[in-house]
């Protein structure tokens, strides 16, 4: 699963999403209210001595009942913050002046002029009564000369105050299931409860519990039914097989008599799968096998022509944790898959790769559709419809449970020119 598209990446990413959001509101709200505050602040202390400018009274009337220095010019501010007049203050400041009856023609936010100013200015534009303009500027605090650097400095904390939070959330969140999951992949069905978890990931853990102890016992019980029913077939299909060889000669007997006995034979393989089946689910894999050895083994029983079986074996591969019986198990299934559905010359090759040990059964038989594949891997599963090879269909489904017993996995693969297929049967060794 991708790192971005985990449950902890997309609540945080949502917690995030939506704590931006809220902070530019909020912090728009807050903005827009504190101008207009600020203008009302303004207007109220400045709106006498500029109604005496606008009325055309002289400078020097207006700055005596001024609160501050008040400058006065013929024409428009040259430094200005052009950037500032372009926020929601212009428009704030502009009502609250308009409210109080000062007839603004414009205004502008400016910067530090000459001597007399000692920091940012707010230059109004008053059409007086006979319609003309003059310039006055004032020092106030609704110009912000570091307005950009502020709010970049005060978005990023929040951001990042935003982003802290989020990731501790969704981490909490996250991690019940995180560790339910890693508990369902280690198949582990103690009743130690999860970190942290609501009431409902508790309620999925039991379930997941009581499933699964549940799966487990319908095994067992068909483990013992399948051991069971083999055991009892194999006695009486030895006493056909015994009574069959002691048949008295005569005229006809002998070719009846093989044919009693091959088919006793070829029941006691099938009944001989479902021990095996049984098996690769019980056998224990606390040993240390050398799989060459085993491998050669196999080899040796198959009494195949080398013409018909080519082997590619180490001298040695010792590998830990796994069970000598299975792998014989495994690799012999496989060469018999290979001369039952596929074609001579068979070719196995026992390897590692890094850390894994692998098993390749190749031959030249036209392989399996990748349609199919994953249903050649469970039980009873025949690829051969029409039933010309007697079986059971267990021979890959062992091999699969064995694969996945070990941590393993099976594959199939077949050569660009559709010559050659390969099932590889790959498990850890590290």
């Not at 080398?306 to 690799?331: C, K, N, Q, W, Y």
């Not at 269909?393 to 660009?416: D, E, I, N, W, Y």
Request: proline content about 5%.
């Amino acid at each position: 699963m991708s790192r971005y598209g985990s449950l902890f990446a997309r609540l945080l990413a949502a917690q995030v999403a939506v704590a931006i959001v809220l902070t530019v509101m909020l912090a728009m709200i807050f903005y827009a209210e504190r101008h207009r505050t600020v203008a009302q602040l303004v207007v109220s202390r400045w709106a006498p001595a500029l109604m005496l400018v606008a009325q055309g009274a002289p400078m020097e009337k207006a700055r005596q009942i001024a609160p501050g220095p008040l400058q006065a010019s013929d024409q428009r501010p040259g430094e200005v913050f052009g950037i500032a007049s372009l926020t929601p203050r212009r428009s704030i400041v502009s009502q609250a002046l308009i409210e109080a009856g000062l007839p603004v023609a414009d205004l502008v936010f400016g910067r530090k002029r000459d001597v007399t100013s000692v920091g940012p200015t707010l230059w109004l534009a008053l059409r007086g009564t006979d319609g003309s303009v003059r310039w006055v500027g004032f020092e106030s605090a609704i110009v912000e000369e570091a307005l950009g650097e502020r709010v970049l400095i005060a978005t990023l904390l929040l951001v990042g105050l935003a982003i802290a939070a989020s990731a501790l959330i969704a981490h909490r969140l996250a991690q019940p299931l995180e560790a339910l999951r890693a508990r369902i992949a280690a198949d582990d069905v103690s009743s130690d409860p999860l970190p942290h978890a609501s009431a409902e990931v508790q309620a999925i853990d039991e379930a997941w519990r009581t499933l699964r102890q549940s799966l487990d016992q319908q095994e067992r019980e068909r483990a013992l039914l399948l051991a069971g029913v083999s055991h009892d077939l194999r006695s009486p299909l030895g006493r056909i097989r015994m009574a069959a060889e002691l048949l008295p000669e005569g005229d006809g007997i002998a070719p009846k008599r093989e044919v009693i006995v091959r088919n006793a034979l070829q029941a006691d393989r099938l009944v001989g799968s479902f021990l095996d089946y049984v098996r690769s689910g019980e056998l224990c894999l606390d040993e240390t096998v050398d799989v060459a050895l085993v491998a050669n083994s196999v080899v040796a029983q198959q009494q195949r022509a080398d013409t018909e079986l080519l082997v590619e074996v180490p001298p040695s591969l010792i590998v830990p944790h796994a069970s000598g019986v299975l792998l014989e198990r495994v690799i012999g299934n496989l060469l018999d898959n290979a001369f039952t559905h596929g074609q001579p010359p068979v070719r196995l090759t026992v390897s590692t790769a890094g850390l894994r040990a692998l098993i390749e059964v190749e031959d030249c038989g036209s392989g399996i559709a990748p349609e199919d594949q994953k249903a050649m891997l469970q039980a009873f599963a025949r690829g051969d419809m029409a039933r010309r090879h007697p079986g059971l269909g267990l021979g890959l489904a062992v091999v699969q449970r064995v694969a996945k017993r070990m941590r393993g996995s099976v594959t199939f693969s077949c050569s660009p020119d559709a010559a050659r297929t390969m099932v590889r049967f790959e498990w850890p060794i590290g």
